[in-house]
């Protein structure tokens, strides 16, 4: 996938701003609070999804206006291969709530203006986000959600599985709380109602885990491969799936779980207990990472999200890299600024002599105003 070019206006501080990324490589210098980010974020918006930092749509519209407009020609990467090049022109338009349309609407190609959401899939991108470190230190939702939103994006029907398991998990939970509309159960209808919503639970839960797994078994390797490289081979890093359950055994999980669970009075057993492990040198991330660990763990898992992308869908994503070098040593800043070379790569630093050693398109954010550097 490829951004060609993208012109921005009245967004966030940016009040008008002209991109020609680079092929390859484009660097994005500047002091703090310059607007580094927000051009990271106005990329992102391309692919129809909500911004990384969260917030609301009407946030990203500059104070005092009620519009902002993001307008973008992209390519997909395999009609550089075709004799006649077809880019799509992309716009996109933020109001505020006392604007003429509010919300987040997409046109391509002139056509008229759809909700945002629509846009999914057109625009593959992967962001790293300094949030994205609490992969590593934070607890296991931080994880697993990684997981999933990656499953979504790839197979669509995913996310109606897992929407599925997680309704029904919510009914367990409450009967088991013994406090569904106020009144006990008695225990053997209670028995029979679990018996209901722990085979619904065995068939999405197992669904699920099947998906995790070989996602898994694909961004594994690739990771560990990634963080060989960053590392220089200075640590080793590992990951393995900490699953409840052997694949087939959730159902047998969930009976032997039965009577602790209406003790607990909460559901301990299924996918939304499991975890990935990381590991450097085989000992827990988690507990053991230093700041560059931690960084160097997260980042190779999020090129292993591009990489798995474009192996399972044939598109390489765009890499949205916000603020990757702070906290590297020398020679694992040096591996990334060639890494990235290989796919369409946006990197932001506050740092501007890390990138004079590129041949990537090199801008400066200065109040909101871009130049090329
Ligand atoms: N809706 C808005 N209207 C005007 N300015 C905004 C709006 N939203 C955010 N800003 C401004 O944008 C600036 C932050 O920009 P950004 O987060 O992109 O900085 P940055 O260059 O990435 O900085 P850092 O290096 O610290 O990460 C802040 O000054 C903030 O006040
Ligand atoms: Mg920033």
Not at 163 to 186: I, M, T
Not at 228 to 240: F, P, T, W, Y
Not at 303 to 311: D, Q
Not at 323 to 339: A, F, G
Request: proline share 4%.
């Amino acid at each position: 996938m490829r951004l060609l070019s993208l012109e921005v206006t009245n967004y966030r501080n940016i009040s008008k701003a002209q991109l020609e990324p680079g092929r390859e490589l484009t660097v994005i210098c500047g002091n703090n609070g310059q607007g580094k980010t927000n051009l990271l974020e106005a990329i992102w918006l391309l692919t129809g999804g909500k911004s990384f930092r969260g917030g609301k749509d009407a946030e990203l519209v500059r104070r005092g206006e009620t519009f902002a407009v993001l307008d973008a020609v992209t390519l997909r990467a395999w009609q550089e291969d075709q004799e006649r090049d077809d880019p799509s022109h992309v716009r996109i338009t933020v109001g505020t709530p006392d604007s003429q349309r509010p919300g987040r609407y997409a046109s391509v190609n002139g056509t008229p203006p759809k909700r945002a959401a629509g846009l999914a899939g057109s625009f593959p991108a992967v962001v790293f986000d300094p949030g994205h470190l609490s992969l590593v230190k934070g607890a296991p939702e931080g994880r697993r959600k990684f997981l999933d939103a990656a499953l979504c994006q790839l197979y669509p029907g995913y996310l109606a599985t897992y929407r599925r398991y997680v309704r029904v998990l919510q009914q367990k939970n409450a009967l088991l709380r013994h406090s569904a509309n106020g009144v006990e159960r008695p225990y053997a209808e209670k028995c029979a109602m679990l018996e209901v919503l722990n085979a619904e639970l065995a068939a999405q839960g197992e669904a699920i885990q099947k998906r995790r797994r070989e996602y898994l078994a694909l961004l594994g390797p690739l990771a560990c491969a990634n963080y060989q490289e960053l590392s220089h081979g200075a640590e080793r890093m590992g990951i393995r799936y900490a699953a409840q359950f052997e694949p087939g055994g959730l159902t047998e999980c969930l009976k032997q779980h039965q009577s602790e669970e209406l003790r607990a009075g909460q559901s301990l057993c299924g996918i939304h207990r499991e975890d990935i492990e990381l590991l450097l040198d085989d000992h827990p991330a988690k507990v053991f990472a230093s700041q560059g660990q931690q960084r160097s763990v997260v980042l190779s898992l999020k090129m292993a999200e591009a990489a798995a992308a474009a192996r399972i869908t044939g598109e390489h994503p765009v890499l949205l890299l916000d603020d990757v070098l702070s906290e590297l040593d020398e020679s694992r800043k040096q591996y990334l600024l060639t890494r990235m070379k290989e796919k369409q790569t946006f990197v932001t630093s506050c740092d501007d002599t890390a990138f004079l050693k590129t041949d990537g398109e090199v801008y400066r954010m200065d109040g909101g105003v871009l130049s090329k550097a």
